[in-house]
Protein backbone atom coordinates (compact mmCIF):
# COMPACT_ATOMS: atom_id res chain seq x y z
CA UNK A 1 0.00 0.00 0.00
CA UNK A 2 1.54 3.61 -1.11
CA UNK A 3 1.55 6.01 1.94
CA UNK A 4 -0.29 9.32 1.05
CA UNK A 5 -1.06 11.19 3.66
CA UNK A 6 1.04 10.50 7.50
CA UNK A 7 0.37 12.14 10.69
CA UNK A 8 3.87 11.40 12.36
CA UNK A 9 3.91 11.54 16.25
CA UNK A 10 2.00 14.94 16.49
CA UNK A 11 1.10 16.87 19.54
CA UNK A 12 -1.42 19.65 19.97
CA UNK A 13 -3.52 21.54 21.76
CA UNK A 14 -5.16 24.64 22.95
CA UNK A 15 -3.36 26.89 26.03
CA UNK A 16 -2.54 24.13 28.34
CA UNK A 17 -4.82 21.84 27.29
CA UNK A 18 -3.35 18.95 25.22
CA UNK A 19 -5.59 17.99 22.81
CA UNK A 20 -3.84 15.16 20.95
CA UNK A 21 -0.90 13.80 22.50
CA UNK A 22 2.18 11.78 20.44
CA UNK A 23 -0.15 10.52 18.16
CA UNK A 24 0.89 9.12 14.52
CA UNK A 25 -1.90 7.81 11.84
CA UNK A 26 -1.12 6.75 8.15
CA UNK A 27 -3.73 6.60 5.18
CA UNK A 28 -2.96 4.66 2.24
CA UNK A 29 -3.81 5.53 -1.34
CA UNK A 30 -7.04 4.66 -2.66
CA UNK A 31 -8.15 3.67 1.22
CA UNK A 32 -11.22 5.05 3.33
CA UNK A 33 -9.79 5.61 6.26
CA UNK A 34 -12.25 6.63 9.32
CA UNK A 35 -11.18 8.56 12.63
CA UNK A 36 -13.66 7.69 14.80
CA UNK A 37 -14.26 8.84 19.15
CA UNK A 38 -16.11 10.27 21.37
CA UNK A 39 -16.90 14.37 21.02
CA UNK A 40 -14.46 16.71 22.13
CA UNK A 41 -11.57 14.01 21.46
CA UNK A 42 -9.97 15.68 18.43
CA UNK A 43 -11.27 14.45 15.61
CA UNK A 44 -12.19 17.33 13.43
CA UNK A 45 -8.98 19.09 15.22
CA UNK A 46 -6.93 16.23 13.04
CA UNK A 47 -8.80 18.16 9.66
CA UNK A 48 -7.41 21.36 10.65
CA UNK A 49 -3.92 20.07 11.15
CA UNK A 50 -3.89 18.32 8.05
CA UNK A 51 -5.45 21.11 6.37
CA UNK A 52 -2.97 23.65 7.94
CA UNK A 53 -5.20 25.64 9.50
CA UNK A 54 -3.91 24.72 12.80
CA UNK A 55 -0.07 24.55 13.29
CA UNK A 56 1.23 21.04 15.63
CA UNK A 57 2.86 21.48 18.59
CA UNK A 58 5.10 18.93 17.42
CA UNK A 59 5.16 16.31 15.22
CA UNK A 60 4.25 16.40 10.98
CA UNK A 61 1.98 16.19 8.37
CA UNK A 62 2.88 14.50 5.80
CA UNK A 63 0.57 14.98 2.49
CA UNK A 64 2.61 12.69 -0.76
CA UNK A 65 5.64 13.29 1.02
CA UNK A 66 5.47 16.78 1.53
CA UNK A 67 5.30 18.53 5.03
CA UNK A 68 2.18 20.81 5.08
CA UNK A 69 3.86 22.86 7.91
CA UNK A 70 6.85 23.67 6.52
CA UNK A 71 5.44 25.35 3.57
CA UNK A 72 5.35 29.23 2.95
CA UNK A 73 1.60 30.44 2.24
CA UNK A 74 1.34 30.38 -0.77
CA UNK A 75 3.02 26.81 -1.12
CA UNK A 76 0.41 25.54 1.41
CA UNK A 77 -2.47 27.23 -0.81
CA UNK A 78 -1.32 25.30 -3.57
CA UNK A 79 -0.85 21.92 -1.64
CA UNK A 80 -4.95 22.36 -0.61
CA UNK A 81 -5.94 22.42 -4.01
CA UNK A 82 -4.71 18.68 -3.66
CA UNK A 83 -7.85 18.93 -1.25
CA UNK A 84 -10.98 18.75 -0.97
CA UNK A 85 -13.20 19.21 2.34
CA UNK A 86 -16.94 18.16 3.19
CA UNK A 87 -18.00 20.48 6.19
CA UNK A 88 -20.46 19.20 8.76
CA UNK A 89 -24.20 19.89 7.53
CA UNK A 90 -22.76 20.78 4.10
CA UNK A 91 -21.74 24.67 4.45
CA UNK A 92 -23.20 25.54 0.77
CA UNK A 93 -23.78 28.65 0.20
CA UNK A 94 -27.24 29.88 0.73
CA UNK A 95 -27.58 31.99 -1.52
CA UNK A 96 -25.89 30.84 -3.98
CA UNK A 97 -27.30 28.09 -6.29
CA UNK A 98 -26.76 24.29 -7.03
CA UNK A 99 -25.38 24.64 -9.77
CA UNK A 100 -23.35 27.65 -8.81
CA UNK A 101 -22.43 25.88 -5.15
CA UNK A 102 -20.45 23.47 -6.99
CA UNK A 103 -19.08 25.97 -9.79
CA UNK A 104 -17.42 27.98 -7.00
CA UNK A 105 -14.47 26.04 -6.74
CA UNK A 106 -14.49 26.11 -10.36
CA UNK A 107 -14.38 29.76 -10.68
CA UNK A 108 -12.11 30.57 -7.84
CA UNK A 109 -9.20 27.97 -8.68
CA UNK A 110 -8.84 27.64 -12.20
CA UNK A 111 -9.13 29.76 -15.49
CA UNK A 112 -11.59 27.43 -17.10
CA UNK A 113 -14.50 29.13 -19.54
CA UNK A 114 -17.34 28.79 -18.43
CA UNK A 115 -18.73 26.75 -21.04
CA UNK A 116 -16.16 23.93 -19.94
CA UNK A 117 -17.16 25.11 -16.21
CA UNK A 118 -20.58 24.21 -16.84
CA UNK A 119 -19.70 20.83 -18.51
CA UNK A 120 -17.43 19.58 -15.08
CA UNK A 121 -20.36 20.82 -12.81
CA UNK A 122 -22.92 18.96 -14.82
CA UNK A 123 -20.77 15.94 -14.64
CA UNK A 124 -20.20 15.92 -11.04
CA UNK A 125 -23.98 16.77 -9.84
CA UNK A 126 -24.63 13.99 -11.90
CA UNK A 127 -22.47 11.85 -10.21
CA UNK A 128 -24.24 12.43 -7.00
CA UNK A 129 -27.34 12.22 -8.80
CA UNK A 130 -28.51 15.74 -8.79
CA UNK A 131 -27.91 16.87 -12.02
CA UNK A 132 -31.55 17.85 -12.32
CA UNK A 133 -31.67 20.10 -9.32
CA UNK A 134 -28.87 22.01 -10.65
CA UNK A 135 -31.26 25.32 -11.01
CA UNK A 136 -32.66 24.72 -7.48
CA UNK A 137 -31.43 26.86 -4.82
CA UNK A 138 -30.80 25.71 -1.54
CA UNK A 139 -33.62 26.64 0.48
CA UNK A 140 -35.27 24.30 -2.02
CA UNK A 141 -33.77 21.07 -1.48
CA UNK A 142 -33.86 18.68 1.30
CA UNK A 143 -31.17 18.18 3.35
CA UNK A 144 -29.80 14.92 2.49
CA UNK A 145 -29.56 16.58 -1.06
CA UNK A 146 -27.61 19.80 0.03
CA UNK A 147 -25.12 17.43 1.47
CA UNK A 148 -24.43 15.31 -1.58
CA UNK A 149 -24.44 19.30 -3.55
CA UNK A 150 -21.48 19.57 -0.88
CA UNK A 151 -19.93 16.06 -1.92
CA UNK A 152 -20.06 17.52 -5.38
CA UNK A 153 -18.41 20.79 -4.72
CA UNK A 154 -15.70 19.03 -2.69
CA UNK A 155 -14.98 16.61 -5.69
CA UNK A 156 -15.10 19.35 -8.21
CA UNK A 157 -11.29 19.93 -8.54
CA UNK A 158 -10.63 16.56 -8.54
CA UNK A 159 -8.74 16.11 -5.35
CA UNK A 160 -6.21 13.34 -4.65
CA UNK A 161 -7.37 13.76 -0.73
CA UNK A 162 -11.41 14.11 0.35
CA UNK A 163 -11.79 15.15 4.09
CA UNK A 164 -14.96 14.59 5.83
CA UNK A 165 -15.98 16.03 9.00
CA UNK A 166 -19.13 14.27 10.14
CA UNK A 167 -20.57 13.24 7.00
CA UNK A 168 -23.57 11.16 8.45
CA UNK A 169 -24.92 14.06 10.99
CA UNK A 170 -28.28 14.65 10.56
CA UNK A 171 -29.53 12.87 7.92
CA UNK A 172 -32.24 9.97 7.50
CA UNK A 173 -31.47 6.36 7.30
CA UNK A 174 -31.81 6.38 3.57
CA UNK A 175 -29.65 9.55 3.27
CA UNK A 176 -27.22 8.28 5.56
CA UNK A 177 -26.80 5.22 3.51
CA UNK A 178 -26.52 7.23 -0.11
CA UNK A 179 -24.02 9.52 1.63
CA UNK A 180 -21.47 6.62 2.57
CA UNK A 181 -22.14 4.84 -1.05
CA UNK A 182 -21.02 7.68 -2.58
CA UNK A 183 -18.10 8.75 -0.52
CA UNK A 184 -16.81 4.42 -1.04
CA UNK A 185 -17.79 5.07 -4.73
CA UNK A 186 -16.26 8.21 -5.66
CA UNK A 187 -13.35 7.30 -3.57
CA UNK A 188 -12.52 4.54 -5.91
CA UNK A 189 -13.28 6.14 -9.18
CA UNK A 190 -11.00 9.20 -8.23
CA UNK A 191 -8.36 6.53 -7.10
CA UNK A 192 -8.01 9.81 -4.04
CA UNK A 193 -7.16 8.91 -0.35
CA UNK A 194 -10.74 9.59 2.19
CA UNK A 195 -10.43 10.38 6.11
CA UNK A 196 -13.56 10.11 7.52
CA UNK A 197 -14.24 11.63 10.94
CA UNK A 198 -17.48 10.31 12.61
CA UNK A 199 -18.93 8.57 15.46
CA UNK A 200 -21.58 6.69 13.48
CA UNK A 201 -20.12 2.65 13.78
CA UNK A 202 -22.68 0.79 11.53
CA UNK A 203 -22.41 3.25 8.16
CA UNK A 204 -18.72 3.75 8.53
CA UNK A 205 -17.71 0.30 9.08
CA UNK A 206 -19.54 -0.57 5.73
CA UNK A 207 -17.13 1.59 3.75
CA UNK A 208 -13.82 1.99 5.68
CA UNK A 209 -10.45 -0.28 4.98
CA UNK A 210 -8.96 1.09 8.46
CA UNK A 211 -10.23 2.75 11.33
CA UNK A 212 -8.48 4.60 13.97
CA UNK A 213 -9.90 4.89 17.44
CA UNK A 214 -9.01 8.10 19.35
CA UNK A 215 -9.41 8.38 23.13
CA UNK A 216 -7.85 10.39 25.87
CA UNK A 217 -5.37 11.99 23.80
CA UNK A 218 -4.48 9.14 22.01
CA UNK A 219 -5.36 6.42 19.54
CA UNK A 220 -6.87 3.84 21.62
CA UNK A 221 -7.31 1.31 19.12
CA UNK A 222 -7.23 0.79 14.84
CA UNK A 223 -7.63 -2.17 12.30
CA UNK A 224 -10.21 -3.21 10.08
CA UNK A 225 -13.37 -3.17 10.86
CA UNK A 226 -13.64 -6.65 11.13
CA UNK A 227 -10.62 -6.89 13.26
CA UNK A 228 -12.41 -3.93 15.81
CA UNK A 229 -15.36 -5.97 15.56
CA UNK A 230 -13.42 -9.12 17.12
CA UNK A 231 -11.44 -6.99 19.89
CA UNK A 232 -11.57 -7.88 23.53
CA UNK A 233 -10.41 -4.51 24.35
CA UNK A 234 -12.89 -3.00 27.00
CA UNK A 235 -12.43 1.01 25.28
CA UNK A 236 -13.30 -0.88 21.55
CA UNK A 237 -16.51 -3.24 23.12
CA UNK A 238 -17.79 0.46 25.12
CA UNK A 239 -17.53 2.21 22.05
CA UNK A 240 -19.22 0.05 19.56
CA UNK A 241 -21.89 -0.97 21.77
CA UNK A 242 -22.82 2.50 23.02
CA UNK A 243 -22.21 1.20 26.75
CA UNK A 244 -22.19 3.64 29.40
CA UNK A 245 -19.92 2.06 31.41
CA UNK A 246 -16.39 1.27 30.53
CA UNK A 247 -12.84 3.04 30.27
CA UNK A 248 -14.68 6.36 29.23
CA UNK A 249 -16.06 7.55 32.13
CA UNK A 250 -19.66 9.55 32.52
CA UNK A 251 -18.23 12.23 34.81
CA UNK A 252 -15.94 14.77 33.95
CA UNK A 253 -12.93 14.72 36.51
CA UNK A 254 -14.15 16.28 39.69
CA UNK A 255 -13.45 16.36 43.41
CA UNK A 256 -16.64 14.55 45.60
CA UNK A 257 -19.61 16.24 45.19
CA UNK A 258 -19.85 16.99 49.20
CA UNK A 259 -16.93 19.23 48.73
CA UNK A 260 -18.42 21.21 46.35
CA UNK A 261 -21.47 21.12 48.43
CA UNK A 262 -19.92 21.65 51.46
CA UNK A 263 -21.52 18.91 53.22
CA UNK A 264 -19.74 17.03 55.42
CA UNK A 265 -18.62 13.07 54.24
Do not use: C
Not at 25 to 37: D, E, H, I, K, N
Not at 124 to 135: M, Q, S
Not at 154 to 169: G, H, Q, R
Not at 241 to 251: I, K, N, S
Amino acid sequence: MEEFLKIDHLTFGFGRRVILNDVSLSFGRGQVVAVMGGSGMGKTTILKLVGGLLRPWSGHVYLGGEDVHARSRSQLFALRRRMGMLFQFGAIFTDLSVFDNVAFPLREQTKLDEETIRDLVLMKLDAVGLRGAAHLMPSEVSGGMARRVALARTIALDPELLLYDEPFTGLDPISMGVTARLIRRLNDALHATSVVVTHDVKTTFDIADYVYMISNKRVAAQGTPAELQKSDDPFVRQFLGGLPDGPVAFHYPAPPIEADLGVDQ
